[in-house]
């Protein structure tokens, strides 16, 4: 029989995980349930449901912070954002798309993006969600109310639980509200496009520009068949791969930059410039996953050395086949591929080992995301610590048991 | 305060058995133990039982198994500059001092990164980098050590633009309280699969396992760097042009408060002639055209606030003594009491209280009629008043420590915290109980799952 809870305030929440460790009764943590397909799948029946959380407790924009319920949905935050001028540094990603839902504005949770540590094009700049993730108040798995951090961008009281839970898929706490930085958001966005350079080529020319002093905020390459998707026209138009990288500042700086780089990065193709809406466009295909056209293929992520991108999607390419781009100066490679009864992980595993990468599932059906880890296993000793950590949160194995480890 | 949860005491048995690990590179001397029971504070010292000095994680990980066995305290060390007693051996034991692990292992010049052992210090790590274009930002005040600064997830004066180590370790090697060695991630900027282990242990003070390699984030040398000294008419238009500066979003690698107790301090510790008014102190990083831009809207906002003049250091040495003279600013306090010597408070606000935060505690200052100069990392929020005074003097130390309460209780209104970088040892365990309640409990399962024997440097951070 299934049953969901949906409490309305921190209190409620409290009740209905005590009534669980009690019961020991499993319960999938639900946000706004746009990222229900990440992560091992698992069959709770229970759900706790916080939808019924949300809404944002604490904005003032000169305070450079924001406190907000823990489903909020993104896209109200970033449209109290944009009223001021100001943004979430990270770029969360909109996931929603990538797992079947609507188009248009961002869904998913404040606090499902910061429980899956999500960040997008920016992160190689300005640091993952986590980085940004300054407290917040939440129920463990043993039913205690607890808090961490703070308001300020420093403190070092005791261990650092914030980081803990970005990133615990809530399989440690639940998080009522969450407490991060925000930004002043850039004056101008300016593009700096190269066309036509081979994957080798754009991993030499983006490490160039980030290795540069012009403070590139994102470097993303996409090999022909995904810059065909995009649909700003400069660039699905090229014909050509389009490697792609971001300035951002006040508008003498970026201009005076995007110069510098164009100096610096013609000798590795013909160079384009796009303007601020195209830039914005073009960021959100990148951060959301955009540019795959089949929408039941398996996506992997993979995260490697960006010096070793190249190499990685060359031997993948004769192994496994499957379209990518790269994000993240060639450090990220999202790859999509036909539908394989083992996702292919050994293969893709084995290509991302040799660099000391590794590699997540991020799209399959269930069944195979029951059959083949989705994230990359540990070892043993650092199996057994995250078992204790798990163990410290909640004993009872009551919160989203099984997301991220098989029986855990 | 000795630790609850008791452990067993150490016999020579258990020292002929670590000499059999580390041999000489032992002592059990009282002037090698006094000296590692103690920090440069009011706390009272308790020296350990037995200091080894390992100098490899496989002798670590001996050590400490052998330990295990025994459930015998380990408290490792790193340079002992911490300041809330985190080096205290409570209930005695076997201190782990890492200074003989110096060695830099692998620049990684491609990926931006360096791997260390815990015990290279920050200059020792930064001098090595030289020739390489790349540096290592995170600078607290002391040359401490890179695992200690990472057990306590230090900072310094650049974390307004770089970040502390919370942002800046990339991979620890750890030797757990069993002596199991873990690597948290396989190389590099990998986070690791899984829960973010490598950010449990940055600032876990030695609670949780011992740091025997770190593996840090570089960054390239800027292409432009330049420094200037900015004295204004009060501390108010100090604190907000400094508050403006960090609203507006300007990429400042520096911005640094003194009072004018502290100028004066700075000025006969360095031998400077800076004005002796309430002064900032800016860094710039950039592209050419980056760093004038950034002047410039500096410039700008503390012309508003009725700045006199920037003045610059262009040359690399100046620049070089302006931020020595930063980082001595402890010291430099004494030279306003000879004999004295100095207790830090840290306390950090959200940057919009912090004018408000400086100008009450200035003024709780002026009626003790404490000697306490201000220094701050002001672009994070965070400032630190050294009452200089003698510690040999109950009612002098009375009275510190009743003006720290009066200023922790104070940020704490404003949503702030008694700690922005020197952690909790076992001087700031009440604060911790008194800002995050219920928190200390689930810490203290965290520790129990992991150290279920409370052996890492018990009775700091929480007590069993
Ligand atoms: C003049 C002065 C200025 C300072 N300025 C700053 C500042 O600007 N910012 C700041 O953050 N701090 C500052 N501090 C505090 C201090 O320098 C830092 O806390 C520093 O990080 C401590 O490093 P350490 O090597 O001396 O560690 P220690 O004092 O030796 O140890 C500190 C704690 O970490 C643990 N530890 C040490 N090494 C390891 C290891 N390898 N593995 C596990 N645990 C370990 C110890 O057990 C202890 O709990 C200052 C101190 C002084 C005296
Ligand atoms: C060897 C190497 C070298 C690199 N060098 C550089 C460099 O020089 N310069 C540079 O800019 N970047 C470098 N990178 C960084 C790279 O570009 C990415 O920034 C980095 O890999 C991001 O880490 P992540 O993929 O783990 O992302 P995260 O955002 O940290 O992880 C994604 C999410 O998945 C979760 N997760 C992952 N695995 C699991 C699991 N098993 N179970 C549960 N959850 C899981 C995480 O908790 C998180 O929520 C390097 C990376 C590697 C691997």
Same mark, same amino acid.
């Given at each position: ?408 | ?13 258990? %020292?002929? #058995?670590?000499?059999?690990? !580390? ?5 059990? $001397?009282?002037?090698? =133990?006094?000296? *590692?029971? &103690? ?67 692998? %620049?990684? #010049?491609?990926?931006?990164? !360096? ?5 290279? $210090?920050?200059?020792? =790590?930064?001098? *090595?980098? &030289? ?334």
């Amino acid at each position: 029989m299934t049953k969901t809870l949906k409490p309305e305030t921190a209190e409620q929440v409290l009740d209905a995980i005590k009534w669980a460790a009690g019961e020991g009764m499993p319960l999938a943590v639900r946000g706004q349930g746009s990222k229900d397909g990440f992560g091992r799948a698992v069959d709770i029946p229970h759900c706790l449901d916080l939808t019924g959380l949300s809404g944002i407790k604490a904005y003032e924009p000169s305070e450079l912070y924001m406190t907000a319920l823990a489903a909020t949905p993104v896209a109200e935050i970033e449209a109290a954002l944009r009223q001021n001028n100001q943004q979430m540094s990270f770029e969360p990603p909109n996931m929603g798309i990538l797992y079947g839902g609507a188009n248009g504005e961002s869904e998913g949770s404040i606090g499902g993006a910061i429980g899956c540590n999500l960040a997008g094009p920016r992160r190689i700049q300005a640091g993952a969600a986590r980085d940004h993730f300054l407290g917040f108040n939440a129920v463990s798995g043993r039913g205690e109310v607890f808090k961490s951090g703070g308001t300020v961008v420093k403190n070092v009281t005791g261990f650092d639980l914030s980081k803990l839970l970005a990133g615990s898929f809530g399989t440690l706490a639940v998080m009522t509200d969450v407490t991060f930085k925000v930004m002043p958001a850039a004056e101008k966005t300016r593009t700096v496009l190269i066309l036509g350079a081979d994957d080798a080529g754009a991993m030499v020319a983006m490490a160039a520009s980030l290795g540069s002093a012009n403070e590139v905020s994102a470097a993303a390459h996409l090999p022909e068949a995904a810059a065909a998707l995009s649909g700003v026209s400069y660039v699905a138009d090229a014909g050509q791969a389009v490697t792609a990288v971001r300035v951002e500042g006040p508008g003498p700086s970026v201009e005076h930059r995007c110069r510098a780089l164009t100096a610096l990065l013609k000798e590795f193709g013909e160079i384009e410039e796009l303007h601020s809406e195209n830039s914005a466009l073009l960021w959100r295909e990148i951060r959301d996953v955009r540019l795959f056209d089949a929408i039941d293929n398996q996506i992997w992520r993979l995260s490697v050395p960006p010096a070793a991108g190249a190499n990685v999607v060359a031997s993948l390419r004769s192994d496994i086949g499957g379209r990518v781009f790269y994000d993240w100066g060639g450090g990220l490679i999202w790859l999509s591929m036909g539908t394989l009864s083992d996702a292919g992980h050994e293969t893709v595993r084995a290509a991302v080992a040799d660099t000391g990468g590794h590699a997540t599932l991020i799209r399959a059906d269930a069944d195979v995301r029951q059959r083949v880890p989705v994230f990359e296993p540990q070892a043993t000793v650092l199996k057994d610590l995250s078992a204790r950590v798990k163990q410290g949160f909640d004993p009872n194995g009551v919160l989203n048991p099984g997301r991220m480890v098989e029986g855990e | 305060m000795a630790e609850a949860k008791a452990n067993k005491r150490v016999n020579d048995d258990l %020292v002929e #058995a670590l000499r059999g690990i !580390v041999g000489d590179r032992l002592s059990t $001397t009282d002037a090698v =133990l006094g000296h *590692h029971g &103690r920090d440069e504070t009011y706390h009272t010292p308790h020296p350990p039982d037995v200091v080894v000095f390992p100098e490899a994680t496989e002798e670590v990980s001996r050590i400490v198994s052998l330990c295990a066995e025994r459930e015998i305290p380990v408290i490792p060390f790193g340079t002992g500059t911490s300041l809330e007693g985190h080096v205290a051996a409570l209930n005695g034991g076997v201190c782990i001092d890492l200074t003989r692990m110096n060695e830099v292992i692998r %620049v990684n #010049a491609e990926d931006m990164d !360096v791997t260390v052992q815990a015990g290279v $210090t920050r200059k020792q =790590l930064n001098k *090595h980098l &030289r020739d390489t274009g790349l540096f290592f930002p995170v600078d607290p005040g002391a040359d401490a050590s890179l695992g200690g600064m990472t057990a306590t997830r230090a900072s310094g004066t650049t974390t307004v633009r770089y970040g502390a180590m919370r942002e800046n370790v990339l991979a620890l090697t750890v030797v757990l309280a069993d002596g199991r060695i873990i690597k948290t991630s396989r190389r590099a900027r990998k986070s690791a699969a899984g829960y973010d282990l490598t950010r449990l242990f940055v600032g876990s003070e030695g609670t949780l396992g011992v740091i025997t390699e770190v593996t840090l984030r570089l960054y390239g040398i800027p292409e432009a760097i330049s420094a200037a000294i900015c004295p204004f008419p009060d501390l108010a238009s100090a604190v907000n042009t400094s508050i403006r500066t960090i609203q507006m979003g300007v990429g400042v690698a520096r911005i640094e408060l003194m009072d004018e107790v502290q100028m004066e301090a700075i000025n006969k510790h360095s031998n400077l002639d800076y004005p002796l008014q309430p002064t900032l102190l800016f860094e710039f990083h950039g592209s050419e055209a980056g760093v004038v831009e950034q002047a410039e809207t500096v410039q700008a906002i503390a012309a508003e606030f009725d700045a006199s003049e920037f003045r610059w250091e262009t040359k690399t040495e100046d620049r070089n003594r302006l931020w020595q003279a930063r980082h001595d600013a402890y010291y430099a306090c004494m030279a306003l009491r000879p004999g004295a010597k100095g207790f830090s408070t840290d306390v950090c606000v959200p940057i919009s209280r912090l004018t408000e935060c400086i100008i009450e505690t200035r003024r709780d200052i002026d009626e003790t009629g404490l000697m306490a100069p201000i220094v701050g990392h002001v672009g994070d929020g965070n400032f630190h008043v050294i009452v200089v005074m003698d510690f040999e003097n109950a009612d002098e130390v009375a009275r510190a420590k009743a003006f720290n309460e009066r200023l922790v209780t104070r940020a704490l209104a404003m949503d702030g915290t008694c700690t922005g970088e020197h952690g909790i040892g076992h001087g700031k365990i009440e604060f911790l109980t008194a800002e995050h309640g219920e928190a200390v409990s689930v810490m203290r399962a965290l520790k129990m799952a992991i150290d279920p024997m409370n052996i890492m440097n018990p009775g700091k951070i929480v007590r069993l």
